[in-house]
C-alpha cells in the first residue's frame, strides 16, 4: 500500500498541477470578486497540498508486510480486460449495430465468454435481456435508443 | 394544526393511483437491490434517475426514495441467511444474524429485521415531519456566506468521516469540486477544461459519473475476486417468522434507542446507515447485561442495527430537503436528481413545492407499510432471489447502466463518461479512496462556488465574511476544524506515542 500510495500521490499531484495551470490561465472577473478560475486554482493548490501529504506518509511509514496484494491475480486481470474490451467494443459500434443487436452481444459476449455460462443460458439471457431494455426504455419511456441502417 | 394540514395534502399526492404504484415499485426494487450483494442502494438510485427522468419530479423522488429506504429493509435478508451483507450497513447484522440462523432461528432474525425496520422507519418519517418545517424556516433567512459554509461544512464532514483514511476522503471530495467546475462557467460565462467538446460545455454529466463510481466499478470489484455464498437452509413459513414474546421483551428497548440514535446520526451530513447500525451495535452491547453474548445470535444485535439503519435514511432526508445538503452518497445521487428535475432543494422548496416535499415526506409512511408486507410473507421469495448466480446479474447490471446512462441526453459520449469513470471508480477502491465524497463534491460543487463568489463579491474579496455573521462563522468554523482533524489527531498521537516512551 505505502508503494502505491506514493505512486498515487505523484499522479495527483501531476493532476493538480495540470488543474492550477489551466486555471491561472482564465480571465479575471470583469467585475467585483473572483473570476472563473478561482475555484479550481485553490481546489488544484489544495489537492497539491494533500497528494504531497500522502506522498510523505507513504515515506513515513514502516514498510508494512502487505496484508493484501494490490494486484489481482493473473485470471483477475484478464477478466477486467475482457470486460473492458468488449464494454469499449460496445460503445464504438453501437450506433452502428443498433441497440437490439449491441446490447445482445454485449450480454452474450459477458455471460459466455467472461463468465463462461452454457450456451444455452447465454443466449436465453441475451435475447430476454436485450428485448427487455428496449421494451422498457424505447415503448415504455420512449428514449429513442440508437438503430443501425436497418432500422433496429 | 399546520403540519396535520400539510400532512393531508402530502397523502392526498402520494395516494394518487400513479404515485401509490411508483412507491410501490420503489420499495420493491429496493428490497431487491437490499437483497443482491454486489449493488447497493447508491446504484440503484443513479440506475433509476434516467429510468425515472420522464415522471414528474414528485412521483421520481417517491420512487428513489423507496429504493433508498427499501435497501435498509432487503439488506438484512441477505446478512442473515448467507452471511453477506446485501449493502454496507447491513454489515453488523451479520454478526448475530448468521449465527441466529445457524441455530435454526433465521425466522424470528428476519421477523425482527423486518418489524425492527418498519418501526425505526416510521418514527424516523415521524421525527422528518416535525423537524423539517420549523428548519426550512431557519434557513430562510440564510444569505450567501450562510449557504457557503453550510455547504462547506457538509463537504467536509462527509469526506473527513467516510473510509478508513480522512486523507484520501478529503482528496476525493476536492477531485469532486475540481470535476464540478468543468463546463460553461455559470457567472463570467468563461469555458473551462472543456478541451473544445460541445458535450463537455454543459459539465460532466452527473450520472455518467454517478454510475460509473458506483455501479460499474463496482462491478469491476466484484469480477476480479468473485463472492462464494454458503446459503442457509432456513424455515421461512410465516407463523416462523414472527419472534415470541421473550424476543420481544429484549429486544423493545434496544429498537427506541437504537431509532432515535440512528435518526439524530442521519441528520447529521457525513454519517450516514452504516455509521449509524455500528454506533447503536456498540451501544447495545455496552448497555447489555450479557455482553459476551452479543456475536452468538443475540436477537437484539439484530434489532439494532437494522433499526438503526432506517432511521438513519430517514434522519438522512431532514438535511437534504431542508438545506439541500446531502448527508451521504445515496442522498447526494438524490440531490443530483432533485436537480436535473429543476428542484433546489432547500427552505425556500416548502414554500414553493410543498406538494413535492409533503407528497414525498407522506409516501413514507405508506412505503414503510409495503415493505413491512413485502418482507414479512414474502421473505421466502426475496430468499430464492439470492439462487440466481452473480455471473447473470452481472452483464444485466452494464447493460442496465449503459443503456440508462444514455437515455439521460440521448448522447453515445455519456457512456464514455461511464467507462472512463467507471474504471477511475476502480482504482479509487483498490487504493482506498472512497468514491462517494467525489460525488458530493461533484454536486455540491456549483452550489459552493456560487455561493462562495457571490459572498466574496458582497465583501470585496474580503474573506473575512464568512466569520463575522455569527451562523456562517460557527459553521466555518466546524467545516474548517473537521477539515484539520486528522492532522489535530496525528499530532496528538505523536504526543501521546512520545509521553509513552519518555515513561517507558
Known amino acids: 500500500m505505502r508503494r502505491a500510495d506514493q505512486v498515487t500521490g505523484v499522479v495527483v499531484l501531476l493532476f493538480s498541477v495540470f488543474v492550477m495551470v489551466g486555471a491561472w490561465r482564465m480571465p479575471p472577473s470583469a467585475t467585483f470578486g473572483p473570476g472563473a478560475g478561482f475555484l479550481p ?23 508494512v508486510a502487505a496484508a493484501k496484494t494490490l494486484f489481482p491475480s493473473e485470471r483477475g486481470l484478464l477478466t477486467l480486460a475482457a470486460v473492458v474490451v468488449g464494454l469499449t467494443a460496445y460503445i464504438l459500434t453501437l450506433e452502428t449495430l443498433g441497440f437490439l443487436v449491441g446490447t445482445g452481444l454485449l450480454t452474450a459476449y459477458l455471460l459466455g465468454v467472461v463468465e463462461k455460462e452454457k450456451w444455452t443460458t447465454t443466449i436465453l439471457v441475451a435475447v430476454l435481456n436485450s428485448a427487455g431494455l428496449y421494451v422498457v426504455f424505447q415503448v415504455l419511456l420512449g428514449v429513442n435508443l440508437p438503430t443501425n441502417r436497418f432500422g433496429f | 394544526m399546520d403540519i396535520f394540514h400539510n400532512l393531508l395534502l402530502g397523502f392526498h399526492v402520494a395516494l394518487s393511483p400513479q404515485n401509490l404504484l ?41 420512487t428513489m426514495a423507496g429504493v433508498y429506504y427499501g435497501a435498509m429493509y432487503g439488506g438484512s435478508t441477505t446478512s442473515i441467511l448467507i452471511n453477506v451483507p446485501g449493502e454496507s450497513a447491513s454489515v453488523v447484522t451479520c454478526l448475530d444474524g448468521y449465527q441466529m440462523a445457524r441455530k435454526g432461528r433465521a425466522g424470528p432474525a428476519l421477523g425482527m429485521a423486518a418489524l425492527a425496520s418498519f418501526i425505526a422507519g416510521t418514527f424516523a418519517t415521524l421525527a422528518l415531519n416535525l423537524i423539517a418545517p420549523p428548519l426550512a424556516d431557519v434557513a430562510l433567512s440564510f444569505g450567501p456566506p450562510e449557504y457557503f459554509a453550510l455547504t462547506f461544512m457538509g463537504l467536509t464532514l462527509v469526506t473527513s468521516l467516510s473510509g478508513d483514511s480522512m486523507l484520501k476522503g478529503i482528496m476525493s471530495g476536492v477531485f469532486g469540486v475540481i470535476l464540478a467546475c468543468v463546463g460553461i462557467d455559470a457567472v463570467s460565462g468563461e469555458e473551462r477544461f472543456t478541451f473544445g467538446n460541445v458535450f463537455l460545455l454543459d459539465g460532466l454529466g452527473f450520472i455518467g459519473v454517478a454510475v460509473g463510481l458506483f455501479a460499474i466499478a463496482e462491478v469491476l470489484i466484484n469480477l476480479e475476486d468473485p463472492m462464494e455464498q454458503v446459503f442457509m437452509k432456513a424455515d421461512l413459513k410465516l407463523r416462523s417468522l414472527f419472534p415470541n414474546l421473550q424476543d420481544w421483551k429484549v429486544s423493545l428497548g434496544p429498537i427506541g434507542r437504537s431509532s432515535v440514535i440512528g435518526f439524530i446520526i442521519g441528520v447529521l451530513p457525513g454519517a450516514g446507515a452504516t455509521i449509524a447500525s455500528f454506533v447503536t ?76 416535499v409533503w407528497g414525498v415526506i407522506a409516501s413514507m409512511y405508506i412505503g414503510n407499510v409495503m415493505l413491512l408486507v413485502l418482507n414479512l410473507p414474502l421473505v421466502a421469495m426475496w430468499a430464492s432471489m439470492l439462487r440466481v448466480p452473480y455471473r447473470i446479474l452481472m452483464p444485466l447490471i452494464v447493460t442496465i447502466s449503459a443503456v440508462g446512462v444514455f437515455a439521460t441526453d440521448n448522447n453515445v459520449f455519456d457512456m464514455w463518461i461511464m467507462f472512463g469513470f467507471g474504471i477511475i471508480g476502480y482504482l479509487m477502491r483498490k487504493l482506498d479512496f472512497p468514491a462517494a465524497p467525489a460525488v458530493l463534491g461533484l454536486v455540491l460543487g456549483p452550489l459552493v462556488e456560487r455561493s462562495l463568489r457571490q459572498s466574496l463579491t458582497i465583501s470585496h474579496g474580503d474573506l473575512s465574511i464568512f466569520f463575522t455573521r455569527p451562523i456562517s462563522g460557527v459553521l466555518t468554523v466546524a467545516a474548517l476544524l473537521s477539515l484539520f482533524a486528522p492532522l489535530f489527531r496525528t499530532a496528538w498521537e505523536a504526543r501521546k506515542r512520545r509521553l509513552a516512551s519518555t515513561k517507558g
Do not use: Q
Request: aromatic share 8%; with cysteine.
Open chain 2, 22 to 62: 411508483f412507491c410501490f415499485i420503489g420499495v420493491t426494487l429496493g428490497t431487491l437491490i437490499g437483497v443482491l450483494p454486489g449493488i447497493g442502494p447508491v446504484t440503484g438510485v443513479a440506475i433509476l434517475i434516467p429510468i425515472t427522468f420522464g415522471l414528474s419530479a414528485t412521483t421520481a423522488i417517491i
Open chain 1, 41 to 63: 486554482f485553490w481546489c488544484g493548490a489544495l489537492l497539491a497540498l494533500l497528494s504531497f501529504l500522502l506522498i510523505l506518509s507513504g515515506v513515513r511509514r514502516p514498510l
Open chain 2, 281 to 356: 451495535y456498540a451501544t447495545e452491547k455496552r448497555l447489555s447485561k450479557h455482553p459476551e453474548k452479543f456475536g452468538t445470535g443475540v436477537i437484539e444485535g439484530v434489532a439494532a442495527p437494522e433499526a438503526a439503519n432506517n432511521a438513519a435514511a430517514g434522519g438522512a432526508m431532514v438535511p437534504l430537503l431542508t438545506l439541500g445538503i446531502p448527508g451521504s452518497g445515496t442522498t447526494a445521487v438524490l440531490l443530483g436528481a432533485l436537480l436535473i428535475h429543476g428542484l433546489r432543494p432547500g427552505p425556500l422548496l416548502f414554500k414553493t413545492n410543498p406538494d413535492f
